[in-house]
């Protein structure tokens, strides 16, 4: 038999010392004992949690839910919870209980701050395309290929033929 890893605590045998006890095999009963550590600050009981901090470990061992965002962004987090329509349909009582079950932030706005979106609004299309990275250059006609530039004007006469028909 080939162990695939080094046995330290109970918690990694899970309950298959039960089952030999339940069925009544002592050698693999014995077995399993042998192969656990005999240190006491490998039993299962003494392991600390290192990958979570403090106040993680005081949420989960409390059930607290995270803390209320003070600014959500929707370009970060899409799904940003509202609870205007619970308050008009069920009252202040139910918005009161969702608001502290899944809390929803003060404020909610995208990924530009209060002042850029004011200017970006007093802009044109391409202005505003350009500020967010979303200008794409396209490639003018003159470089492009003879039999590519047919097919784009037939393309475009299309989409034109199709919006005044």
């Known amino acids: 038999m080939q162990i695939e890893s080094t046995l330290v605590n109970e918690?990694?045998?899970?309950?298959?010392?039960?089952?030999?006890?339940?069925?009544?095999?002592?050698?693999?009963?014995g077995l399993l004992?042998?192969?656990?550590?005999?240190?006491?600050?490998?039993?299962?009981?003494?392991?600390?949690e290192t990958d979570t901090d403090n106040t993680q470990m005081l949420r989960n061992k409390f059930s607290v839910p995270q803390p209320q965002l003070l600014v959500d962004d929707i370009s970060v987090h899409p799904d940003t919870f509202d609870h205007a329509m619970i308050f008009q349909q069920q009252?202040?009582?139910?918005f009161q209980l969702q608001q502290a079950l899944t809390p929803e932030a003060l404020v909610i706005r995208g990924s530009q701050s209060d002042a850029m979106v004011e200017v970006l609004s007093n802009c044109d299309y391409l202005t505003k395309n350009k500020a967010i990275n979303a200008y794409q250059q396209h490639t003018p006609i003159e470089d492009m290929h003879f039999?590519?530039?047919l097919s784009t004007q037939r393309k475009i006469s299309n989409t034109l033929a199709l919006q005044l028909a």
Not at 33 to 48: E, K, N
Not at 91 to 94: E, H, I, K, L, T
């Open 147 to 149: 039999l590519d530039q």
């Open 33 to 48: 004992l042998a192969m656990l550590s005999v240190d006491a600050r490998d039993m299962a009981q003494f392991q600390l």
């Open 11 to 29: 918690l990694q045998i899970g309950n298959r010392l039960n089952v030999a006890i339940e069925h009544n095999r002592r050698g693999e009963f």
């Open 91 to 94: 009252g202040a009582r139910q």
